[in-house]
């Protein structure tokens, strides 16, 4: 089991920025593929960024691209997502996910149902 808990969400004005971290405790000795989802009030959770175990490749939504940026240090256990020039559609609560790598390290996985633990989710709120 791996345990994932949010940080770094809260109330910021239109173009400022936040950094969301997602800390992994548990069975952190495997190698596990990262995403950051996110959901807003009335909406499906969607993807925002996912990262592999390598950290070599990403993904990003559209809205999000040039904006975000997805980070990770493993020996930290810990992925993060950098958040710049946010507005207001970013208002939503962030979720961090994990799926367990069995082969490729650099494998970036982008659909819901491919992740194996999720955290509690953080607000990030911005207003206008």
């Known amino acids: 089991q791996v345990q994932l808990v949010e940080s770094g969400g809260g109330l910021v004005q239109a173009g400022g920025s936040l950094r969301l971290s997602c800390a992994a405790s548990?069975?952190?000795?495997?190698?596990?593929?990262m995403g950051w989802f996110r959901q807003a009030p009335g909406k499906e959770r969607e993807t925002v960024a996912a990262?592999?175990?390598?950290?070599?490749?990403?993904y990003y939504a559209d809205s999000v691209k040039g904006r975000f940026t997805i980070s990770r240090d493993n020996a930290k256990n810990t992925v993060y997502l950098q958040m710049n020039s946010l507005q207001p559609e970013d208002t939503a609560v962030y979720y961090c996910?994990?799926?367990?790598?069995?082969?490729?390290?650099?494998?970036?996985?982008?659909?819901?149902?491919?992740?194996?633990?999720w955290g509690q989710g953080t607000q990030v709120t911005v207003s206008s």
């Open positions: 996910a994990a799926r367990k790598i069995l082969y490729d390290s650099r494998a970036v996985y982008t659909a819901e149902y491919q992740y194996d633990y």
């Open positions: 990262i592999s175990w390598s950290g070599g490749n990403t």
């Open positions: 548990g069975r952190t000795a495997s190698s596990y593929a």
